[in-house]
């Protein structure tokens, strides 16, 4: 889970930049990145590209703050998911400096990125909106990494790919239990439950009985990077390493447990069924396998919310058994796999084209930087009073050595460059990613409605019947 917050600034960014540096909070800074500029040379970055807009605020540069949950990340993948925080929310057009402090009990983010783009030369618009897309990213990033997303009942929420893989029944941390509860049935000893539970591909940690600088015994799963903790909290009772210990050597006093053994209950009061509503023009002209829909315009019905409930079960049943009899479930199959399959690969066009668009923008920022100083370093070196020349202009000479030094990293020879040339590249790149972003848009919602379409009819059947039609060529009577 990660909370976001940002607010502009208008002088001192100088200060803000090595306030966020500072290396007794960023690990000797080994958790600093940046793009379009250094920490060391940012004001002049953004000078730089605050001098090329027309736009008129005193907004200098945007400090964004996000902040994670104590325990919930690690300093390093925390200093991971803001560089691609940053990436998602500029575009590869704004310079930025990231750090990572890891001096609280949390780790958290300071993102300070120039209010003004490398590409267009306009001003970044900080408004609600804008920081609702910031929150957005942000949670996305946090699913992306397996971390918790706020729930909006207020309570803790699960892991995101824990609470995916219950959806699919794959938890592996249910699994974590099950593997426990095989491993303790077949033991001989508790020395043997390691060697078993070992093979398995975990990694445990803390299993020594009476180590008073480990309370619990700990299990990593495999691909897992966090350790899960044998207690009562994660898996109810027996699951501690003295508990394990006596469940193999007796097992009879355990038995009469294994209703206990189970994760802590979570009693939820039932859920209500939502109501389901059946377009009027359905109710009105379509039939079913063996019957016609209710017509639920009637008073009876709009008076009577349970009623009109009941009938609209029906009447989705109804319309579930016509469409399975009208044996098109594995065209309907065939075309989701399409689609999808459009989508997949649109989408992985595409991020490859924005990794693409990335280097080409910071190329672009070097290119225009270097064409633009040049003017400068070469009055410098005809200079009869360098050292005068040097103070009077040494932001421009200093951006004029950063971007030489660039793009010679890159491998390019600066005097070759053309900036001209690379910004021609990035329009055309752009207008590429425009067509990608909507043909992934357009296959994925198309796949998701009829996948949609597939999981109603075969929900109301009870059955997979698009398995059913896959393996079978006779008819096949439907009932509901």
């Known amino acids: 889970m990660a909370y976001t917050r940002i607010h502009a600034i208008k002088s001192t960014v100088t200060k803000a930049v090595a306030y966020i540096c500072n290396p007794d909070k960023t690990e000797q800074q080994l958790l600093v990145d940046s793009f379009g500029c250094s920490p060391e040379t940012a004001r002049h970055d953004f000078d730089y590209a605050l001098s090329r807009t027309k736009q ?12 994670f949950a104590k325990g919930e990340v690690s300093h390093e993948e925390a200093h991971r998911i803001g560089i691609e925080l940053a ?14 402090h890891t001096d609280k009990g949390h780790p958290h983010n300071h993102i300070i990125f120039c209010a003004a783009d490398n590409i267009d030369h306009k001003k970044y618009n ?4 804008s920081y609702y897309h910031i929150r ?3 949670d996305e990033l946090c699913k992306e990494h397996g971390l918790s997303i706020i729930d ?26 099950e593997d426990i509860d095989e491993c ?13 539970i070992k093979e398995k591909g975990y990694i445990v940690t803390g299993e020594k009985i009476g180590d008073p600088h480990s309370k619990y015994i700990k299990f990593t799963a495999p691909g897992q990077e966090r350790p ?4 009562f909290r994660n898996f109810g009772a027996g699951y501690t390493k003295e508990e394990i210990k006596d469940r193999i050597e007796n097992p009879e006093k355990w038995q009469n447990k294994e209703q206990t053994v189970q994760e802590p209950n979570t009693t939820e009061a039932p859920k209500q069924k939502s109501r389901i509503k059946i377009p009027k023009k359905d109710i009105v002209t379509r039939t079913g396998a063996s019957r016609t829909l209710i017509d639920t315009s009637g008073e009876k019905f709009q008076n009577s919310p349970g009623l009109q409930h009941w009938a609209s079960v029906k009447n989705l049943k109804t319309a ?26 649109a989408r992985t066009e595409l991020v490859e084209l924005e990794h693409q668009m990335k280097k080409i923008s910071e190329l672009l920022l070097y290119a225009e930087q270097y064409r633009d100083n040049k003017p400068f370093q070469e009055k410098y070196k005809k200079s009869k009073d360098p050292d005068r020349y040097l103070r009077m202009h040494e932001t421009q000479l200093i951006l004029y050595d950063g971007a030489e030094r660039m793009l010679q990293k890159m491998g390019l020879d600066p005097k070759s460059v053309e900036p001209s040339e690379i910004r021609a590249d990035y329009e055309t790149m752009l207008t590429r990613k425009a067509i990608l972003e909507k043909t992934y848009k357009s296959a994925e919602k198309e796949a998701q409605n009829m996948q949609q379409k597939l999981n109603n009819v075969e929900q109301y059947l009870g059955k997979d019947i698009s398995k059913e039609q896959a393996t079978e060529h006779t008819p096949r009577h439907v009932g509901i």
């Open 126 to 129: 900080a408004c609600k909106k």
């Open 87 to 100: 990436d998602k929310l500029l575009g590869g057009k704004y310079s930025y400096v990231v750090a990572t």
């Open 320 to 345: 579930a058994a016509s469409y399975a009899a009208a044996d098109n479930l594995s065209q309907l199959q065939k075309q989701i796999d399409k689609k999808t399959a459009e989508a997949k690969s």
């Open 56 to 67: 008129s605020d005193k907004n200098q540069a945007y400090h964004l703050i996000q902040s």
């Open 136 to 138: 957005q990213l942000s």
């Open 228 to 231: 899960v903790r044998g207690s």
């Open 152 to 177: 909006p009942s207020g309570r803790k929420g699960k892991k995101y790919v824990q609470w995916k893989a219950e959806q699919e029944g794959t938890s592996w941390k249910k699994r974590l239990q």
């Open 184 to 196: 303790i049935k077949i033991a001989k000893s508790y020395e043997d439950f390691l060697r078993l």
